[in-house]
């Protein structure tokens, strides 16, 4: 199923987070007593990551960075033959930066495929170098401290209007780019979260109308219109299966 297409005819490139980057796909390699894969609701029950170790705590620093390598190459960017950029924790203003390092340095025409990930995360400038904040990561003592402070004096309402800000200005730039050809968002449930959480709290239409705007330029993974099938990875990723399907529909689209 993977696609070879001609450097001189135009090049594709996937900018997300860990799901873009394949994490847990190759985990079960490693344990033995790996669970069955589940549906959602079966997930939310699921207590087994609690009671084994981390899959960088199993792995040597180079089997994990060659279990990250490989993990890219069968997920869906993967498969589809594109760069995977995807990155672990990685935030949506960090994808703004590395798209635009990557259009603003080259001249071939290309596909970006953008899986924005949730407003819980953010970049800042620290000790320098760019560092994404998010919960469950490791801090220096200063970066703990302005991480509590950041957390302790944001809302959801701030952290979706900096994400949405930051967002509407990533479409604009991608779809104006003289070396775009075409672009397309993926969706792992995040469009869904944030469209429950501005409902439930009657934030700003704006928000939704911008949703909807971009809905034929969405194309989500499997799991986000069947929750009730077993997709899901006790980690909270999807599967091997999740992962084929949605190249099959990013083809389909491609062709």
Not at 60 to 77: L, M
Not at 192 to 206: A, G, P, V
Request: glycine share 4%; hydrophobic share 35%.
């Amino acid at each position: 199923m993977l696609m070879k297409i001609p450097d001189d005819v135009y090049q594709i490139h996937f900018f997300g987070d860990s799901f873009t980057a394949g994490d847990e796909l190759l985990d079960y390699q490693h344990y033995d007593n790996y669970p069955a894969y589940c549906n959602y609701n079966e997930l939310l029950k699921l207590t087994w990551c609690e009671a084994n170790p981390k899959i960088w705590e199993k792995l040597t620093e180079q089997e994990y960075k060659e279990h990250i390598i490989k993990q890219k190459q069968k997920s869906y960017a993967g498969i589809v033959g594109g760069t995977n950029h995807g990155t672990s924790g990685t935030s949506l203003q960090s994808m703004l930066r590395n798209i635009i390092s990557l259009l603003e340095n080259t001249d071939k025409k290309t596909i970006i495929f953008l899986q924005p990930t949730g407003i819980e995360r953010w970049c800042e400038y620290v000790n320098g170098k760019w560092k994404d904040f998010v919960a469950n990561s490791t801090y220096s003592d200063n970066e703990l401290d302005y991480f509590k402070f950041k957390v302790s004096h944001n809302t959801d309402y701030s952290n979706l209007v900096t994400w949405y800000n930051t967002f509407i200005t990533l479409i604009s730039y991608i779809k104006n780019h003289k070396n775009i050809i075409d672009w397309y968002l993926i969706n792992n449930g995040t469009f869904n979260f944030l469209t429950s959480l501005i409902k439930d709290n009657n934030f700003d239409i704006m928000f939704l109308n911008t949703f909807n705007e971009l809905r034929n330029r969405t194309i989500n993974f499997p799991q986000v219109d069947d929750m009730e099938a077993p997709y899901f990875c006790p980690g909270g990723h999807v599967n091997q299966k999740a992962h084929n399907e949605l190249a099959e529909r990013i083809i389909k689209v491609l062709k």
